[in-house]
């Protein structure tokens, strides 16, 4: 087999590939489409429990008495636990970072929000109780009776960022003994974090431009279903349902909490809906230990129904962006300061620099300067779900910014300054990527621009700002941006796969039919892990993809990487990868010793194709698997590691980030009504090497991150501080009809470290595009807008309209 | 042809084919009755608004949102749903199976029943009458291109006999 070269990286899928970079149906489609795959909510169990949480009616208020007496008598009512609760008191289940240290009772005592409190910082908060019931509707009665029955003191708030730190009082009373670090309103200290010299970088530079972006109002969630888990403590098992992506943050928790041992919690996670990212991995984990907990409490399978926390939060670092660029007359930028003003996760570790990490990796700017604030607010938690948008955001305003004020074409200044870490792009290829064994004669930008610019008509249609107006009356405008693809988490997915527990393993069987079972876990939320997972085991072992069955629903002692999409493409295809060679090679091995026909040859001299064993050069010598398997019988499995792949082949270091993406977007606007009409929108993105085509296709469609720039949004009544939009009847999503073309392009350049040199995609729609809507509505109406998501009413404003 | 007994009423119904008879109540929606005859297909996204068309069944040959439509109401009539047009293998289904008309899924069944009955009353849709007919569903992961492509694929078959 070609396992010679240890470099999963330069590895090429079978030179007969069937699967792998193919348009293959989904394996979850039948059951999707008809409905007949059961999500959590779906599930129902015998004698089966539901709890919910009481929320906070205010923005921000701490409860003086709550009498549950009446809510305990309404018929079906079992329990209605406190936040005070003797038994309960140091069980509430918290949230944080996977990788945060596990199995400690540090963990509810670092930076971590219990799930109640006897306060809210936010509306609709989860605060006080937990009402336990025979049924949904008694539990629904007897939060209204409770919340009644509550005296709160309302406190004041402040929802606005800027003005947070000069506010007297607490926004947020009590933060500090959750987080030491916070300070007054501040939730951590200032971040100044400087890469070269910024001030020599503006001394060189021949003009200097300044800018502002303000995140005004945040866009939230809004995932498919309510976020729901269900637990059933049998005496010594307890079985989790769960779909978020990190199921083990609620078993290291449970077994924290509870002193249960981690291999009897049984974790089935059934797909989830879309409930992408840190969102999922972070936050979700919390329902699933409320349930293991009141399971075990209450000796029956508890459904925790948490249905308002997909409106509470939204993606982290949101807030006010300044900018301040130096450049030279050809485009080429030479100092970069950024000050944030932006609301963090809430009780999490801040992301170090996050808001210029793609600049960053995907620039040979030298010089680039952030401070960052972080005050507190009191709106919902902050965490990444489909992560990147405000950095994608600083990437592509930097870029555009240069452009407009030298009057030169974006696509030309993005080609100046690509890079990784202040390096030029052909520096990291002659100093890092060849040394790595990769091919260096493309340009994985250049490529993606030039695809991009003829998909949109580019060279015809882009235009100065505001100069172009329609037949119809209204103003035209187009965009492009770029950024880095989704490749440097593969750093950050080595080290959370390695910190994680149990660590990424997989166990693969041949049965006695010829099928191949692999099992690993890894939960789903919409990328179609099982599907792409398939193809690449068809593939490298030889068989048709009906042929191979992988279990990623149950977690036991076998699990992929721990995080999702784009951490789990750059660990998990090596992984898998890896372990097909290794099973077709144990394969190949036995049939010599056990099979008559081929006895005596040497596995080399064999192969294995569409199911079939055959000597290579005498391919009449053959055999199916199916028939080797049922004489050999189902004796031939492998088990490997993480581990013992990075045994063989420690991962590389660095990895500069060498593949791009770029996004170009066509709008009309209308003058009188400051409608914005998304007439075409291009993706085209370098995932290194296409696994699955119709996923990260799907992945790629960019109206989640349109909408973010163009209408999601969360409003708050500013005399209350109460979300005036939480539910799909108000809140904005982009339908069917919202963008009228779009084109997603792949360039392959295979500059990637996943296997066959492929990176992870699953951010790219709904971060990246994010934008380019308030570019194009600046080269629309030639006048920029400050506050997002750009909204008529501010496009009115703008034009001097409202 | 329902009967009142007391606050419920009997009520006939046709699901999938198969007839029905049932005691509800007047406050029960049509999708909450077909989830308790286990037609999980029928999702409740946005919480009984009407605002997302994951609940949507073909009531009597027009699609309706189930979440906003009484169980009483449904007296004598015939509903189809997801799992309906998957048992019948209509070529509807078959395209929403080779096409990635999915991510998370949940909203699917939705869009193929609301592309079932467009197909129903047009079996050769325009691109634009199918962007109008789905128009009304939300994907919260943004598949929508895909429809289009299995909605004109079953189309094409539809055609052909």
Redesign the interface.
Known sequence: MAMEDKRWWLWKPPKEAKYVGKYVPRRDAAGKASGWHKYINDLELPGMLYAKPLRSPYTNCIIKRMDTSRAEKIPGVIAVIRWDDPWFKDKWPVCFWENAPLYSPRLRSTGALPYIMDRAWWYGQPVGAIVIAETEESCDEALKILSKDTEWEELPFCLDWEESEKCEFPIRPGFEKILPEAKGNVEFSPLYWEFGDVEKGFQEADKIVECLVRWRDPNTWATASAWTAIAHWTGNILKLWTDTESSTNARSQLHDILGISMDSIEIESPYGTCEFGGMSGVLRPVIATLAGILSYRFKRPVKVIDEHSRWEGCEHVLGTYKFKVGFKKDGTITAVDIKTIAVEPGPFPKMNADQVSKLFEGSKIPNIRLHARYPMINTGQRQCTKHGAPACLVHYVVINLVADALGMDPTEVALKNDGWEGHDIRWVYENIAKKHGFQTERWSLKECIEIGKKLIDWDEKWHPPGTKILPNGKYHGIAFGYTIAWSHTSNIGVRYALESDPHPRIYMSLCSDGSIKAISYRADTGVGVDTSYSMILADEIGVPLEQIYIDVFSMKEFRLSPMAGSLGTSINTPLLVYAARKMKSKILEEVTRQIDRFKGKSPEKLDIKDGVIFEKENPENKMTLSEAAFIMGAGISVEVSLEELFKAQPPPSPQPCMVRQVTFAEVEVDPETGQVDVTHVVRVYDCGKVINLGAVRGQLYPHWGIGRGLTEAIYHDPLTGITLNDSFAQYPILLMNDIKKIDIEFVETGLAYGAYGSCGCSEAGAAAPTPIIPLAVYNAIGKWIDDWPVTPDRILKALGKA | MSSKEGLSETIGLVVNGRRYVFVVRPNVTLRDLLRRLG?????????G????G?CTVILDGRPVLSCLTLAVDCDGRSVE???G??ESAHPI?EA??????????????GF?VTAKALLDRNPNPSEEEI??A?????C????????ILAVKEAAKRLGRG
């Open positions: 037609l999980t297909s029928v999702k409740d996204m946005c919480g608004e009407g605002a997302c994951s749903t997801a799992e047009i998957a289904f929403y199976i080779k096409y990635h008309t999915m991510q998370c899924g949940y909203c699917t069944p193929m962007r109008e789905l128009a009304g569903n939300i919260r992961c943004c598949t929508y291109p895909e429809h």
